[in-house]
């Protein structure tokens, strides 16, 4: 898909994007304590994912449980959607699946404006997976303009379910966290992307 054609150089090159790389984006944001119910699904699914390997099973048994736990915490007032198509500028190679949006809407039935956070998964390299992150963000950001609904952030996150990095767009600029957390503190990496999408009003 072309979203997973782009590399950092090629987004910096083709999308006129500025990336940062020196920036603690999200260290002082507070941990949220998070349910038992996903605690122990953790528990039981992350040896599973780890050792399967793939980034569908890494998906499925990891990060969505993560972003599903999101939700609840903020009474499902965002909506979650898996490998959903982002078709927005095909002669820009801006189109194609992501692997995970969160959207500043209630609405399941379908992907509705303004699209908070975009989370990639990755099956070892997180490095590799920069790139078409940030061409994500850029996407979303142009998806939420055409649709009315601008927000001053991006966010991002690129994760193999057991590790994850966050991103921060905004003004044609990209950071990225220089600290990466480990779902071994996920109640650190809940409180991030709880922030996030509180950020995206």
Known sequence: MPYSNFTLKRAKRELNIKVIEDKDLFSQIKE???SDYLLTTLKYNLPLALAVGTE????????ANVLLEVRRLLDNQISFFSGINLDVDKGRDLN?????????????????????TIVEAKNENITGGLGQCIA??????????KEEEPLPKIYGAVTTGNTWRFLEYKDNS???????YHITNVNKIVGILMKMASRGK
Do not use: H, T
């Open 32 to 34: 949220i304590q998070v």
């Open 56 to 63: 569908k099973v890494r998906s499925e048994l990891v990060i």
């Open 174 to 180: 990209a950071c990225i966290d220089v600290v990466e």
């Open 96 to 116: 194609g699946f992501c692997d995970f949006i969160i959207s500043k809407s209630p609405e399941q039935f379908y992907l509705n404006a303004p699209i908070i």
């Open 136 to 145: 994500e963000m850029f996407a979303s950001s142009l998806f939420n303009e």
